[in-house]
T-cell receptor, first 113, second 116 residues
Framework: GQQLNQSPQSMFIQEGEDVSMNCTSSSIFNTWLWYKQDPGEGPVLLIALYKAGELTSNGRLTAQFGITRKDSFLNISASIPSDVGIYFCAGLYYGGATNKLIFGTGTLLAVQP | EAQVTQNPRYLITVTGKKLTVTCSQNMNHEYMSWYRQDPGLGLRQIYYSMNVEVTDKGDVPEGYKVSRKEKRNFPLILESPSPNQTSLYFC???????????????FGQGTRLTVV
């Protein structure tokens, strides 16, 4: 089946540093999504990207939908301790009766105060 | 409060004993789905439903059943659970926007299932 390669698997950074993570795929997606999962909770949508080349910001978060539609990245600027969690990318394709969302394997982010 | 509610949050059961995990959403969303989360594998879709009485297999449907008799409810059924179904399960719902399906916007808090 389709797979999303998400990297890095984990990051351990100091508070105030910028963070970058990305996802690549062998398949084309219509939409790219980025989620954050806190311990003991379900994923929460951070940013959704709908068009190739689109660059979208949400506070300190910035994400881009790659031109080839096969990749996306997420940047977090000036990290703070509450940024700790697992970040997932997800690619969505839909057409007619088909609607599939594929998740990456996640990036574990640890922020040291 | 808009939410997706799963029950139970934690469940330990024995191999072969049928169980149901319930999922309910109060947002009138058309689209609902189930995922399982395993270490190193991320979230994998089990089943999804585009509307009442419309369900389809995701990537890992084996050993699971679902039903969508009402818009708000989407239970996950394990007829004969096995240890390899030990996992963290999430239900999600999403609205449909215009002519295309919207994104997965709301997840439940998860159900941690252990099959011994």
């Amino acid at each position: 089946g389709q797979q999303l390669n998400q990297s890095p698997q984990s990051m351990f950074i100091q508070e105030g540093e910028d963070v970058s993570m990305n996802c690549t795929s062998s398949s084309i997606f219509n939409t790219w999504l980025w989620y954050k999962q806190d311990p003991g909770e379900g994923p929460v949508l951070l940013i959704a990207l709908y068009k190739a080349g689109e660059l979208t910001s949400n506070g300190r978060l910035t994400a881009q939908f790659g031109i080839t539609r096969k990749d996306s990245f997420l940047n977090i600027s000036a990290s703070i301790p509450s940024d700790v969690g697992i970040y997932f990318c997800a690619g969505l394709y839909y057409g007619g009766a088909t609607n599939k969302l594929i998740f990456g394997t996640g990036t574990l982010l640890a922020v040291q105060p | 409060e808009a939410q997706v509610t799963q029950n139970p949050r934690y469940l330990i059961t024995v191999t072969g004993k049928k169980l149901t995990v319930t999922c309910s959403q109060n947002m009138n969303h058309e689209y609902m789905s189930w995922y399982r989360q395993d270490p190193g594998l991320g979230l994998r879709q089990i089943y999804y439903s585009m509307n009442v009485e419309v369900t389809d297999k995701g990537d890992v449907p084996e050993g699971y059943k679902v039903s969508r008799k009402e818009k708000r409810n989407f239970p996950l059924i394990l007829e004969s659970p096995s240890p390899n179904q030990t996992s963290l399960y999430f239900c999600a719902s999403s609205p449909r926007t215009g002519g295309s399906w919207d994104t997965e916007a709301f997840f439940g808090q998860g159900t941690r299932l252990t099959v011994v």
